[in-house]
């Protein structure tokens, strides 16, 4: 999960109040439901000692949720009177959860979110191309990319053979100049879109015309699928399906070369292992006192979380700064901190690592990941 997006959180000072709710609404009885979850956030506010004013700002916002249309469950963070965040969740929180607390409880988005990558979809045929930008809960169009088409003087049909060759030359000339045109404006969009994967579909031999025009980096970072079309009134359930599984299979990918990136950056147990420059692995850290020293520094490439993480809730002390942690009250007051509070360890890392543009990757219950849950692949090697 990236994490430029909690930013705005980060900006300001708490306390907060942090609403994870589920927002289905499955039954008859569903509304009635909604009602009695927003009196029960209500009330655990009010017990933590909320203040009345950012309380109805919470209730007046889950108030207008939609009747039709609503996202599984809604992450809802305000402070001060004001909800400064509101987002959509791809899966519906398993208990409706309300608390309040110096920094905002951002942790839990790891596992709710998602975590498949946006994706920017180009829909190919001879003549040009459509883009979309995809997330889990949008659909964005980009634009156009519009080439060439020959049509041999308005003739539809190929020439005599005498004039076979130059008839083929045209078109092979008109649809390579459209492949580089197409090619040229996903390299255009690609950096601004925020998207990770490129999704090429429509015709075969044009998609690939194209794919073979990017520039490496973007290459990369795509996949072709073959059941989407530019037609207007096109199907796109099975393209749906097959983007579907393409991000699932990034997210995998992703999350199998980090820890493997970590396990090898943390060698043997108490050992550290130096940045290859053949390999451009970094090192690692592992536990709460090596990933928040890594935090505190900007080395943190890649925050792992677990799941089932027995670290996540160990209490540190912060200061105002997002790089203001320390495992000890002593050391936060070391670094100037004049009145260090404590706060969630999972919570406090996700600050420094959204501050320092890091993402935050979860290993999954049941996969082997860092020793109580929190580790970091580093951007560089701990000497």
Known sequence: ???????????????????????????????KVQKLRERFVAAQLIDASADAYTVRAVIDTLAHEP????????????AGAEVVLDLPLAVSPLNTEATWSILPHVAPLARLRGDEPPCLVAYIDRTGADLEL????????????NGKEWRGRGHRSIPTDRYEWHYRNKVENSWNETADIIAGEIAKQWP??????????????????????????????????????RSPGASKSVLDRQIAEAREAYARDRLQSALERFRIGRGRPGEHRKASVDTGRGDAAEGVPAVVDAARSHQVATLLLAQDASDAARDVWIGPGVDDVAVQRGQAQAMGVAKPVQARADDALLRAAAAADAEVLLVPEGMRGPAGGLGAVLRWSTP
């Open 67 to 78: 009747v039709s249309g609503a996202p599984p469950g809604r992450a809802i963070f305000a």
């Open 192 to 229: 601004d879109s925020g998207a990770r994967l490129l999704v090429l579909t429509g015709d075969s031999r044009e998609r690939k015309a194209v794919h073979t025009r990017l520039p490496e980096r973007i290459r990369a970072s795509a996949v072709e699928a073959d059941s989407g079309s």
């Open 134 to 145: 995809r997330d889990a809960h949008h659909r964005e169009t980009l634009g156009q990319a």
């Open 1 to 31: 999960m990236e994490l430029a997006f909690l930013k705005p959180l980060f900006d300001r000072p708490g306390p907060w109040a942090s609403v994870y709710i589920d927002t289905s609404r499955a039954t008859e009885e569903a509304t």
